[in-house]
């Protein structure tokens, strides 16, 4: 049996399965992805809830593996070399995931990167352009008079999905025919937009009826609607 003691993380939530893969993480749009690719791959893991009420992501525990403090992080006891791999940033461990179980990834070069360009594409614009949205249409920025940020958000929101909808007006998913950790990644940010963040008015989701095509495909998958509830908040 591995022995993840060495694992400050491991103090504040204690492995029961110190065999299966350790994930540190809540049902947010990031933490998702996580918990779907598990489920898409099965491979065998434990979800640990990191609540944000208790403010555990900024606990010494959980920054000894995140210095970022944010979610999701993993802990893979068998990564590597067999060696024990700590792993934050939803995009590395999406890679990780799909080279360890060999799937989700186009297996020739030139398609990988296609497929990982298109993950990064949500890395650096959907996920904090979309989340910036949220926080002036939603959250405490919806009280600032001033609506420039908020009208700046929404502009560079709707831009993305004239992106996303041209790339879908020809291909199943994202990367091509395949479904990919590119869309592991970017349709929990789909979905949050026009479901929790209410927004699907504000960015004319209507206008995208390839986005909402493949959003539907998505949100239908046996492991999305499984990952999408991983970890259970207690
Ligand atoms: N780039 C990071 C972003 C992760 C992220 O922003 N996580 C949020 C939840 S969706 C979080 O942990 N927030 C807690 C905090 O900021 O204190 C990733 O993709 O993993």
């Not at 434990?46 to 993993?74: G, R, W, Y």
């Amino acid at each position: 049996m591995p022995d993840l003691s060495a694992f400050p993380i491991t103090r504040k939530w204690p492995a029961q399965h110190p065999d299966r893969i350790q994930l540190y993480s809540l049902p947010t749009p990031n933490g998702v992805k996580a918990s779907i690719m598990l489920e898409e791959t099965g491979l065998a893991y434990e979800p640990h809830l990191v609540s944000f009420e208790t403010q555990d992501q900024m606990s010494p525990e959980f920054l000894s593996l995140n210095p970022n403090n944010k979610i999701p992080a993993i802990l893979d006891p068998n990564g590597p070399g067999g060696q024990p791999l700590a792993l934050f940033e939803s995009g590395a461990i999406l890679i990780y995931l799909a080279d360890k179980a060999g799937r989700f990834l186009p297996a020739d070069a030139a398609g990988r990167y296609e497929a990982i360009q298109w993950l990064m594409f949500q890395m650096g614009g959907i996920g904090p352009m979309f989340g910036q949205l949220g926080f002036f249409h939603k959250f405490a920025g919806k009280e600032y008079e001033d609506k420039r940020p908020r009208d700046r958000y929404v502009a560079e929101s709707k831009r993305l999905l004239g992106v996303l909808e041209q790339r879908l007006a020809d291909r199943a998913w994202i990367a091509g025919n395949d479904y990919s950790i590119a869309d592991i990644a970017i349709f929990p940010w789909v979905r949050n937009l026009v479901g929790f963040y209410e927004a699907r008015e504000l960015v004319g989701f209507d206008s995208f009826p390839n986005v909402a095509r493949v959003l539907a495909a998505f949100v239908e998958r046996p492991a999305v609607i499984k990952g999408l509830g991983i970890p259970a908040r207690g």
